[in-house]
């Protein structure tokens, strides 16, 4: 580096490069070997992630409490976004227990929920390394929360590895909402398609207005 | 050719010379005034753009931050906001047409007509953390990390622009969509910054900011003077990457002035004459924490806060710089300080050359200065996530020369010895700063504390009680038995009233700490207990006595495993929807969030708990409402 650019090249001053994409990808996700339902070996980064918009929740054959709320919720999710599953859109549900939901266990089980629908996967694997997507998917720092092998079944992973964007829902939430949340990870619009929400939107916000006296939803 | 090489030394020496000029002044000036309002030269790009998008790293095992030396860099100051003119002008319904992201109308607008106007442009830029790391990928407000600080004045309401420039697609962790809070505004619903109500790239919002004291439908004018807040923050407070975007600097303070607290050190009227003097003798001292990657690409990016790829942070920041040097001069100097988090607590203690601690003088908390000042000397400053404490050090009883320490209980990743030996006890991978006292004060001192700082508004009759319940269920934050849901009001408050709200953590696993806070109006603790022993009996509950911080009015509630706070609060002058969360920005953006609605009249209220009762009732939960108030 020259005397000048020392004090003036601060940054790069190429033009704004193309948003690389993150690096290190298979570090992030795995790429483990997985089992669909159908028992079809498949590698977790490479055949199920990459490039894509993909819901992720984590769950077993067996799960009581919420599991059964969460799943028939995620069936109704996946009725209002038909047109785009399997499309640009997919679903993934991953066992917590693999040494017990086999590819047959988790297909009886989607039969039973009717969740044998298309772009949603059951997926089972080596527990080493569902342990391992676990961990890096829905990991939140905390000792108890994180080695409690039950827990996360009440979050909903979004991710759109082509553009780079995480969010998370708890399938809990209402319908609107989880769709809603889905809708943060999808490709970005352009400004004049944004432009175009906002406008909606407002109209949406002054009849609420007009009704409650203050803006009342989204 | 020996002419052009003749011209060109001309020319590099002209140049230093300038330079040397530059220093000299720089230099004069801080001998004048003390410390100078300055941000490094390195410390942000002026570019509009292009500024190169991050190659994060994902590496595994991650590494520790790299090295670098203690007290190599000065304290920054963030520069004061400059107050600007606005096209288009600001207007009372959003102007769509003009760019503006959809909102309701401004409430009281024709009452509180703006005097001030300001833009804060959130964009791409780069900031250096320490000058020997290579700049690391941030957002700040324009450009800036920190960002400019607004100065203002109670009775100057404020227009605050604030415009999404971000990069539509981002290769960062961040997601380039804002909704700004004023942290803690009496601010009417469409201006603070409500978390589903983020706008996009290309949009800007402009923030009505009153500058008026709480209870103005009571006192008229604007409000209360008792409800005086002065350290506000603003940031970013967008749902589930709130954590992401104030890591990546979304975030800065705002100050507002009044009689008592008056901007300056002269005798005027109703002041209390405390150091005063922005970035000269008042000092906002931003906290937060970071990790960053190894040199790569020119940059010493920050790790990603995303996924399971986050690895505990190792580094702390003050106001943009890790282990900053501050020179003082013989006198008293008031620090704000502000955790940006998004996680940590800081615990920060006052280190004297013999490593015992020095004494710290706490005059306001959370905004709020306390009735009486009380001196802290042994034990830390604890100071959860948006938390603000407003303390005053004495450096006049130290020689010139000596340098004191402030001590953080955790310890970061340094990698080099201490260029100086270090007090007794002090490690330091534990320094958070140091002060060096370089010489007597050429400001005059300013007068003993007060004993009395300010007379606190009327104790609060409550017209209804409520309780939140911060809770760990099927391994998810919740609080009511249920995570936050933007479109579903969980409670409604009548305009104009007063309730007591009890919050209680009853997280069995982790004994987890919550920092929760409420927006719109301070409140007033009544109460904390604690439950000693809640596996066996779970029915016995023990008070715990409130520490002189706690006394005050607060917005932020630190609620420790098993502990009960009880609470007082009013919700007066504006409608609409606002929050309740755990300010810890984890758990936030994992949904510990709740809604609460202010409505107009008793019907609205009646109807709204009547849909809040049948919403849980859908969810399978109770009615945490009696029958006659749903009617």
Same mark, same amino acid.
């Given at each position: 580096m020259n005397r000048r650019s020392l004090f003036t090249n601060f940054t790069d001053n190429k033009a704004p490069a193309e948003p690389q994409p993150r690096s290190n990808k298979v570090e992030l996700f795995t790429n483990a070997l997985l089992r669909t339902h159908e028992n079809r070996p498949v590698r977790f980064y490479d055949d199920l992630i990459k490039g894509r918009q993909v819901l992720i929740n984590l769950m077993y054959a067996t799960c009581e409490g919420i599991c059964p709320t969460v799943i028939l919720n995620l069936v109704k999710v996946h009725q209002a976004l038909k047109e785009r599953m399997g499309r640009n859109l997919f679903m993934y549900s991953i066992t917590l227990k693999p040494e017990v939901d086999d590819a047959a266990a988790l297909k009886s089980y989607a039969e039973m929920h009717n +969740? =044998?629908?298309?772009g949603w996967t059951f997926l089972t694997g080596d527990p080493y390394d569902i342990e391992t997507i676990r961990f890096k998917l829905f990991r939140m720092d905390h000792i108890k929360f994180d080695t409690d092998v039950t827990a996360h079944t009440g979050m909903l992973r979004i991710i759109n590895d082509a553009t780079n964007r995480w969010t998370e829902v708890t399938p809990l939430a209402s319908t609107h909402t989880v769709l809603q949340h889905i809708s943060w990870a999808d490709p970005p619009k352009t400004l004049q398609e944004r432009i175009e929400a906002n406008k909606a939107l407002q109209k949406k916000i002054d009849q609420e207005v007009k009704i409650f006296g203050y803006r009342r939803t989204i | 050719m020996p002419r052009k090489q003749a011209k060109e030394k001309k020319f590099s020496e002209m140049s230093r010379r300038d330079v040397l000029k530059m220093g000299a002044a720089a230099a004069g000036a801080a001998t004048i005034?003390?410390?100078?309002?300055l941000t490094s030269r390195k410390s942000s790009v002026f570019a509009q753009s292009g500024v190169t998008e991050p190659v994060l790293c994902a590496a595994t095992p991650v590494p520790p931050s790299p090295a670098t030396t203690p007290f190599l860099d000065h304290l920054p100051i963030p520069f004061p906001a400059i107050p600007q003119f606005l096209n288009p002008a600001p207007t009372m319904n959003a102007n769509i047409a003009g760019g503006e992201a959809a909102r309701a109308p401004h409430q009281r607008w024709a009452q509180f007509t703006p005097a001030i106007t300001y833009q804060m442009e959130a964009k791409a830029a780069t900031h250096q953390f320490h000058s020997q790391l290579l700049p690391s990928y941030v957002w700040g407000f324009n450009g800036r990390y920190p960002a400019p600080t607004v100065l203002n004045a109670y009775g100057l309401p404020a227009i605050v622009r604030f415009k999404n420039s971000l990069p +539509?697609?981002?290769?960062?962790?961040?997601?380039p969509e804002i909704t700004i809070h004023l942290?803690?505004?009496?601010?009417a619903s469409e201006s603070d910054g409500f978390a589903q109500d983020f706008f996009s790239t290309g949009l800007f919002k402009d923030n009505h900011y009153a500058n008026a004291y709480a209870g103005i439908d009571d006192f008229g004018g604007i409000g209360d003077p008792r409800e005086a807040m002065h350290t506000f923050w603003f940031h970013d407070h967008r749902a589930a990457e709130t954590a992401n975007s104030n890591y990546l600097g979304l975030n800065g303070m705002y100050l507002v002035y009044d009689?008592?607290?008056? &901007?300056?050190?002269?005798?005027?009227? &109703?002041?209390?004459? =405390?150091?005063?003097?922005?970035?000269?003798?008042?000092i906002p001292l931003i906290l937060s924490e970071k990790r960053f990657c190894p040199a790569a690409n020119g940059r010493n990016e920050m790790f990603q806060v995303i996924g399971a790829a986050s690895p505990s942070t190792d580094k702390w920041i003050v106001n943009g710089k890790i282990q900053p040097k501050f020179e003082v001069r013989r006198r008293k100097y008031r620090f704000r300080i502000l955790n940006t988090g998004p996680v940590k607590t800081f615990n920060l203690s006052l280190i004297k050359p013999d490593g015992s601690q020095g004494t710290i003088t706490v005059v306001a908390v959370d905004a709020n200065f306390l009735e009486h000042p009380f001196d802290l000397s042994n034990r830390t400053l604890d100071i959860f996530v948006a938390m603000r404490f407003d303390v005053i050090i004495d450096f006049a009883a130290f020689p010139v020369g000596t340098k004191l320490y402030l001590k953080e209980n955790a310890a970061q990743n340094v990698g080099v010895p201490s260029p100086d030996p270090m007090p007794t006890g002090l490690a330091i991978e534990n320094v958070l700063m140091r002060f060096d006292v370089v010489g007597n004060t050429i400001i005059p001192d300013t007068p003993p504390i007060p004993t009395d700082l300010i007379e606190m508004p009327d104790p609060l009759v409550p017209d209804a009680s409520f309780e939140w319940r911060f809770t760990l269920e099927s391994g998810q934050f919740r609080i009511n038995g249920l995570p936050f849901d933007p479109n579903r009001v969980d409670h409604a408050v009548l305009k104009g009233s007063t309730e007591e709200w009890t919050l209680r953590n009853d997280v069995l696993a982790g004994n987890w700490l919550h920092p929760v806070h409420i927006h719109f109006e301070e409140g007033r603790i009544q109460s904390r207990t604690v439950r000693p022993d809640p596996v066996n009996q779970p029915g016995l509950t023990v008070p715990v006595t409130l520490l002189p911080e706690e006394l005050g009015r607060r917005d932020v509630y630190p609620l420790p495993g098993q502990h009960t706070v009880v609470l007082r609060q009013r919700f007066r002058d504006f409608v609409g929807r606002y929050l309740i969360h755990c300010h810890n920005m984890n758990h936030e953006d994992n949904f510990m969030m709740m809604r609460w609605d202010i409505v107009e009249s008793l019907a609205q209220l009646r109807d709204r708990k009547r849909e809040i009762a049948h919403r849980r009732e859908e969810a399978g939960l109770p009615s945490l409402y009696k029958k006659e108030e749903i009617g």
């Open positions: +969740a =044998l629908l298309p | 005034l003390g410390p100078t309002v +539509a697609t981002t290769t960062s962790f961040g997601t942290h803690n505004g009496h601010t009689e008592k607290d008056p &901007g300056h050190e002269f005798n005027t009227p &109703g002041s209390l004459r =405390l150091p005063n003097y922005y970035g000269i003798t008042d």
